[in-house]
């Protein structure tokens, strides 16, 4: 009993890190006040601070360090408790409840491993051929739906995969490589589209209000085909050069030949659940061009169709008993954080702020294109919610890229992506899908994902402008 309570305490390095995180509350408190900023803003981005801090120290178990977020807001006076309850519950959450029982469903039944037998007979014992056949399927789905939905398909795959190679949790580098590679592939494929991701539309929808700049869906994929190409494989590489995943075994692939066989034809609850899964796809689909097809809604809907008997291989009771409530319920605290990071003006001013700073020498289109993406992937894994981040970035980039004569075309790719793709911490839509099958820490993303985001720096700066200036977007 005592080496059980002493594995369970906490230990100093824990402690040393909780310990700064009350110092960095208390500090913002008593700081004087900031030009610009009003306290409530000030507080939110202190209490953020402090509990990204214990996000990727894992000081905390992630969701008990979410709800304290939530309630240190109003007891910090940056809103009250019923405000930081009723924004924590949002129709995103709904949207990814939806994706999380696809997830569940999809997971009970032969589904899986039918497709896992089909990759393996293509790549065999090659981890690394595996891993690109694997992310390049991710990619292509993602072109035709939300990243999150796609990445929500192919997890139950990457599951079984992984439990026939007996790949174990927090351990193997193929785990890692492959919880990591199902949401930064689904990113890669959402940028190709104006489809591919809801802050496409969103993003569109803003610079055609704010600045009459009216893209349509050929236009986008002229420069957005380029990039998912060059993000795909460049994320493929990176994540193979620094997981080094173990090779998958023979016997496991014997195994996952001889349990297909065995199988025989796929039954009529499992056919019944991927009709129910494809329709809500194919509804989420069209809610980009039909604004009454609320995402939510549909997600709802489909939760409810997958408990009807004979629907579904689960039960209502095991679909809700498997499904990650953690994670959700770290989402919904999240949510409530990114809403007044946007309502306290605190999104603004850490753009305002950043921009003003830069040198006289700087303020050249092409550092100041580095400037903003640079900001905007921040921003992003500070507030990982997407259309948050494409509320605060669009009107101050679009402005910033009149002043400095920067194609319109070119700003607004750079806020979608931006707001899109969040690749060092696990907090957004997308890579929370994969974090919550518990195969990989926080710390391992952070310590790959400043790769392609300076990557991506890099190529909105130099590739983006290019490809505008050839194809005569202004």
């Known amino acids: 009993m005592s080496e059980v309570l002493m594995r369970a305490s906490l230990r100093p390095r824990n402690v040393a890190c909780i310990l700064l995180a009350v110092a960095i509350i208390a500090a913002t408190a008593l700081a004087p006040p900031t030009a610009g900023l009003t306290y409530e803003g000030r507080m939110v981005l202190g209490i953020l601070g402090a509990g990204i801090l214990l996000w990727v120290t894992e000081s905390l178990p992630l969701p008990a360090t979410a709800l304290l977020i939530l309630v240190m807001m109003p007891i910090m006076g940056v809103c009250t408790f019923d405000e930081a309850y009723a924004n924590a519950m949002g129709s995103t959450v709904f949207f990814l409840m939806g994706a999380f029982a696809f997830t569940v469903a999809l997971d009970a039944t032969t589904i899986p491993t039918r497709i896992a037998a089909f990759v393996l007979r293509w790549s065999g014992t090659d981890t690394n051929k595996m891993l690109l056949g694997f992310m390049c399927a991710t990619a292509f789905l993602s072109f ?131 009709v129910i899964i494809a329709l809500a796809m194919v509804f989420w689909i069209l809610s980009s061009w039909f604004s009454f097809l609320n995402t939510a809604m549909i997600a709802i809907f489909a939760i409810v169709l997958l408990s009807v008997p004979g629907c579904s291989t689960l039960e209502f009771k095991g679909l809700v008993s498997r499904m990650n409530w953690g994670v959700l319920l770290m989402i919904m605290c999240i949510l409530s954080v990114a809403h007044f990071v946007v309502a306290t003006g605190a999104g603004d001013w850490m753009v305002a702020a950043v921009v003003a700073a830069l040198p006289e020498s700087w303020k050249v289109p092409v550092v100041v294109l580095i400037v903003l993406s640079t900001i905007g992937a921040i921003v992003h894994n500070i507030v990982p919610v997407g259309p948050a981040v494409a509320g605060i970035l669009a009107y101050p980039f679009g402005v910033i890229a009149g002043d400095f004569g920067i194609s319109m075309y070119c700003m607004l790719m750079v806020v979608a992506w931006q707001a899109s793709l969040a690749y060092i911490l696990p907090l957004d839509c997308v890579p929370i899908l994969t974090y919550s099958t518990g195969y990989y820490k926080m710390s391992d993303m952070v310590k790959v994902g400043w790769i392609p985001t300076v990557l991506l720096v890099a190529l909105t700066s130099t590739l983006l402008p290019a490809l505008c200036m050839l194809f005569g977007f202004a």
């Open 144 to 274: 035709f739906m939300s990243d999150v939905a796609a990445c929500g398909v192919f997890i139950s795959v990457g599951k079984r995969l992984l439990e026939l190679n007996e790949a174990e949790k927090l351990k193997s580098p193929m785990g890692k490589a492959m919880m990591i590679a199902i949401p930064w592939a689904s990113y890669a494929g959402g940028c190709a589209v104006m489809t591919g991701n809801g802050c496409n539309v969103i993003t569109v929808g803003l610079f055609s209000s704010l600045f009459g700049v009216n893209m349509n869906f050929i236009e986008w994929s002229m420069l957005g085909f380029p990039f998912c190409v060059i993000m795909l494989f460049s994320s493929w590489f990176i994540i193979t050069r620094f997981f080094k995943p173990e090779p998958i075994t023979q016997a496991s692939i014997d195994a996952t030949m001889a349990e297909v066989s065995d199988m025989g034809r796929i039954s009529r609850p499992e056919v019944m659940t991927i």
